[in-house]
């Protein structure tokens, strides 16, 4: 058994440290660099906290100067009040490329009083189409919520104030592409997708209500941030973590049995011909461990 005295934790310490970069805790001053919009990106509060703002000249957003493979990333929203038919906030995770991957949370904005929709999606090697939509069960414009992605090797979770409300498990052995090698930047935007956003485009941004006004807090990546193509991150957060606990299951299950507005898994008209292959197997929450 390997001791741990004379001087053999900084060893173990400086071996970590050399196979793998963290990034603990965030700041929008300094992990994230403007992306569009100018001056409707305002950051405040030393770097602690943002808004965005869309105007009928243009939106905004930022994008992490870092590229991270497999992390957990946490961010506290309050969404566009009032009439926010045709916005779209999004914060997500993305690579470059034509064979992107990406992980997508995105916030469908609606009509005064008619609630917002949480649209989740994921891409790996290019193909996406794995769309989850859900209802929340509180007023997302009235108080911030924690919107969280966790992201490693063996499954992707997405959490709404620490209860999971997605789990997509890496497939790849039944030929299901998964994204785990390509290192992805995080995005935090406000937007006008009123193409297809409310309604499916039937109802248009009313410009008459800008300017539109998100607020952002606590961003937090506790992630490996990729070096050399992300090599080094292949291990991180691999062990940690890969599946729910009974308690969270059971928190997942509710949220699933009363919230979800659509799921790509069934949705038998899109897929006529028979549904993607991972959703004829046995029940997501029954595989994980």
Not at 32 to 37: P, T
Not at 72 to 89: E, H, Y
Not at 150 to 161: G, K, T
């Amino acid at each position: 058994m390997a001791s741990w005295c004379c001087g053999s934790i900084p060893l173990l310490v400086s071996v970590f440290l050399a196979i793998t970069t963290l990034a603990l805790g965030g700041n929008f001053y300094e992990d994230f660099d403007n992306l569009f919009g100018d001056v409707r990106v305002d950051i405040k509060d030393g770097g602690q906290s943002m808004t965005l703002t869309m105007d009928q000249y243009s939106g905004s957003g930022i994008g992490s100067k870092n590229e991270y493979l497999f992390g957990r990333f946490d961010m506290q929203i309050k969404l566009v009040p009032g009439n926010s038919a045709g916005t779209v906030t999004a914060f997500y995770l993305s690579s470059q490329g034509a064979n992107h991957d990406e992980i997508d949370i995105e916030f469908l904005g609606n009509l005064t009083g008619d609630p917002y929709l949480l649209s989740t999606n994921i891409y790996a090697d290019g193909v996406g189409g794995r769309e989850m939509q859900y209802y929340l069960w509180f007023d997302p414009t009235e108080d911030f919520h924690t919107y969280t992605i966790d992201w490693n090797p063996h499954r992707i979770v997405i959490l709404v104030d620490d209860i999971p409300i997605r789990v997509m498990l890496n497939r790849e052995t039944i030929g299901v592409p998964f994204p785990t090698s390509r290192p992805m930047r995080m995005y935090t935007t406000l937007w006008n997708g009123d193409a297809w956003a409310t309604r499916w485009g039937a109802v248009k941004l009313d410009l008459s209500c800008a300017p539109f006004v998100a607020s952002f807090r606590n961003f937090n990546a506790d992630a490996c941030i990729a070096n050399e193509g992300g090599a080094n991150c292949k291990g991180f957060n691999g062990g940690r973590a890969t599946g729910l606990t009974e308690e969270k299951k059971s928190e997942m299950q509710r949220v699933l049995s009363k919230w979800v507005v659509y799921d790509y898994c069934r949705d038998f008209r899109r897929y006529s011909h028979g549904l993607p292959y991972e959703c004829r197997r046995e029940n997501l929450l029954d595989q994980i461990e």
